[in-house]
Nanobody
Framework: QLQASGGGLVQAGGSLRLSCASS????????MGWFRQAPGKERELVAA????????HYQDSVKGRFAISRDNAKNTVYLQMNSLKPEDTAVYYC????????????????????WGRGTQVTVSS
């Protein structure tokens, strides 16, 4: 199971740190991703990280503002969000993809098998 937390209400320009904890024992076997879905829009990939944490991928709109990281000893993946904008407002989800080569990131939603419940992020202008 995946449990996301850390969402909330923040003013534009502020920061939030999302966490996603896994209750499984094999967290390091999963590539991880953070997705978001804004009202009336499709869910989209925000950032992804490889099993070992050495490779990352970001959506263009968040490059330079967001950072994904993971701590396999704590079974947790993080999304540090800085310089938040109103257009970042969405429900954020973490997801896990199994059976991936150690250094690969996964960028397609269909490749993610396990999903956590979302956490709401609201950025006010």
């Amino acid at each position: 199971q995946l449990q996301a937390s850390g969402g909330g209400l923040v003013q534009a320009g502020g920061s939030l740190r999302l966490s996603c904890a896994s209750s499984g024992r094999t967290f390091s076997l999963y590539a991880m991703g953070w997705f978001r879905q804004a009202p009336g829009k499709e869910r989209e990939l925000v950032a992804a990280i490889s099993r070992g944490g050495g490779s990352t991928h970001y959506q263009d709109s968040v490059k330079g503002r967001f950072a994904i990281s993971r701590d396999n000893a704590k079974n947790t993946v993080y999304l540090q969000m800085n310089s938040l904008k109103p257009e970042d407002t969405a429900v954020y989800y973490c997801a896990a993809s199994q059976g991936v080569i150690l250094t690969w990131v996964v960028v397609t939603q269909e490749s993610y098998r396990y999903w956590g419940r979302g956490t709401q992020v609201t950025v006010s202008s």
